[in-house]
């Protein structure tokens, strides 16, 4: 697997991260804990050395997955986990975001014990909680670094004037926001202040959660209790329908490439930037192999000219999350 440094942080990783989420909430019913286990370990035997988590994913239940899985290799591999939402005890989410800093140190307590590790290596703020200065949140993770705790400071969904304030406060090393070939607004903004202060970017739903694959389709159905994408405007059939042209411009190069459209959209992530890590999700394992072959799919600069080219043709339809989770990013 090859490595990449997350911008001048000094943190390298394997170019592909592993998506945690999936594996117990958000895209259908929690799998099998002992099958996710082998998963997650099969990950770190063929090269994935970076793994995504948060305490609301479940809640708690992810986190517990990944600090169990991977306590046998814990000194050759990269947790990061995530703060910011106001979690009851009995998980539920009581008053939407909290980042007050006495939060934020309890957060990573319970962390730590829930990843049985003595470090998180790098700790995102899942949402920016306008009710706190980023400054104050920065100088919360600033401490957890100098007393041990945390190793590196992350951001996610931030925009660009809040990742130079709290860049000011405390170096950040990723920001993690949704960035593939059907959602690449960072770009905008985002991605060139991020070049500028040499900050690493961790894409999420680089597959835009399953789309992008080319297994989903307008019949396709969604539990609406247990998954996410029941409730999302691109997931309706009808958007589901007219956004199939992505996929078809993906088949295409593809078949040339003899690869996959996931491997397409992979390696067309991977090609934007070195700093670039995306951590597609996945519960099975040929996905896996497959999402770890996209590393070694070559596209040659007339190739990212004409997926480019093709993608700005294609109108995609619905936005990205319902509009209550819209209003927490700053992008």
Not at 129 to 147: N, S
Not at 162 to 179: K, M, N
Not at 296 to 322: K, M, N
Request: aromatic share 6%; charged share 25%; proline share 6%.
């Amino acid at each position: 697997m090859q490595k990449r440094k997350l911008g001048n942080s000094g943190l390298e990783v394997s170019a592909l991260g592993l998506g945690c989420m999936g594996m117990s909430y958000g895209y259908g019913p929690p799998h099998d804990k002992g099958e996710m286990i082998s998963l997650i370990r099969a990950a770190v035997e063929r090269g994935i050395t970076m793994f995504d988590t948060a305490e609301v994913y479940g809640p708690f239940t992810n986190e517990e997955l990944v600090g169990e899985a991977l306590a046998p290799f814990r000194a050759q591999v990269v947790i990061a986990t995530k703060f910011g939402f106001d979690i009851q005890p009995d998980g539920s989410r009581g008053g939407g975001l909290n980042s007050r800093p006495e939060h934020i140190k309890q957060v990573a307590a319970a962390s730590l014990k829930r990843l049985n590790t003595d470090v998180i290596d790098l700790f995102y703020q899942h949402r920016v909680d306008p009710a706190v200065p980023i400054e104050d949140v920065a100088g919360a993770v600033r401490d957890l670094i100098r007393e041990g705790k945390v190793k590196y400071f992350g951001l996610s969904e931030a925009g660009a004037r809040t990742i130079r304030r709290a860049h000011a406060v405390q170096p950040v090393a990723a920001l993690q926001s949704e960035y593939s070939l059907w959602t690449r607004d960072p770009e905008v903004e985002v991605l060139p202040v991020l070049e500028e202060l040499g900050i690493g970017f961790v894409p999420w739903s680089p597959l835009g959660q399953g789309f992008l694959t080319g297994k989903i389709d307008r019949d396709t159905k969604f539990d609406n209790a247990t998954d996410l994408r029941a409730s999302f405007p691109r997931f309706t059939p009808e958007a589901r329908e007219a956004n199939l042209a992505l996929i078809e411009l993906l088949k295409q190069i593809a078949n040339r490439k003899n690869a996959t459209p996931a491997q397409i959209a992979l390696a067309w992530l991977l090609a934007q930037a070195p700093w670039i890590v995306p951590i597609p999700g996945t519960t099975k394992l040929d996905r896996l192999e497959e999402n770890i072959a996209a590393v070694d799919v070559e596209l040659t600069p007339a190739d990212l000219r004409e997926i480019d080219s093709a993608a700005f043709q294609v109108s995609v339809q619905g936005d990205r999350l319902p509009q209550a989770l819209l209003a927490m990013s700053e992008r």
